[in-house]
């Protein structure tokens, strides 16, 4: 049975996670593909392709992605070249204490372009990328012409 996972499954925007793939042929082409929706409903996508090592596991920290939005060893490859489904989006966190961006991670057989909507992935999860730790606390700033917010520590 395939399995992805990424480790830790919540964290904040900034620090590295570990995705690993587990249970693929020795040597079997996968395409991983990241994706997540915005608060604005745009969606975002990365996809990588992979050949599995000879115990059929898939680690972008170790293995160098074939092609696809990278080539190389990257592990964070998947979240930092996600690219907008509409050209000239950016993909901006306006509620930052309230939400994370839900970031899900697809396997698929052999070498995916284009995902039709009745393809099944092999194994998908999900990630929490959060941009405010626990108990941080959010003073807005109105000073004149001046406006922002303060980020106190717990």
């Known amino acids: 049975m395939v399995?992805?996972?990424?480790?830790?499954?919540s964290s904040l925007a900034d620090r590295p996670v570990q995705v690993q793939v587990r249970g693929l042929s020795p040597s079997q082409l996968v395409t991983l593909r990241a994706s997540l929706t915005d608060e604005?409903?745009?969606?975002?996508?990365?996809?990588a392709f992979f050949r599995a090592d000879s115990t059929g596991e898939v680690d972008p920290?170790?293995?160098a992605a074939l092609g696809g939005s990278y080539a190389g060893v990257c592990p964070m490859g998947l979240f930092w070249f996600?690219?907008?489904d509409t050209l000239f989006?950016?993909?901006i966190k306006r509620d930052v204490a309230g939400s994370p961006f839900l970031v899900r991670l697809e396997v698929f057989d052999g070498l995916c372009l284009v995902t039709a909507p009745r393809?099944?992935?092999?194994?998908?999860?999900?990630?929490?990328?959060?941009?405010v730790a626990p108990g941080v606390q959010r003073a807005p700033i109105r000073e004149g012409r001046v406006r922002g917010?303060?980020?106190?520590p717990p």
Not at 119 to 131: M, T, V
């Open 3 to 9: 399995e992805v996972t990424v480790t830790p499954q």
């Open 119 to 131: 393809e099944q992935p092999l194994a998908s999860c999900e990630a929490e990328r959060w941009y």
């Open 149 to 152: 917010a303060l980020f106190l």
């Open 61 to 63: 920290g170790c293995h």
């Open 89 to 91: 989006r950016r993909l």
């Open 40 to 47: 604005q409903g745009e969606c975002f996508q990365a996809r």
């Open 82 to 84: 996600l690219q907008p």
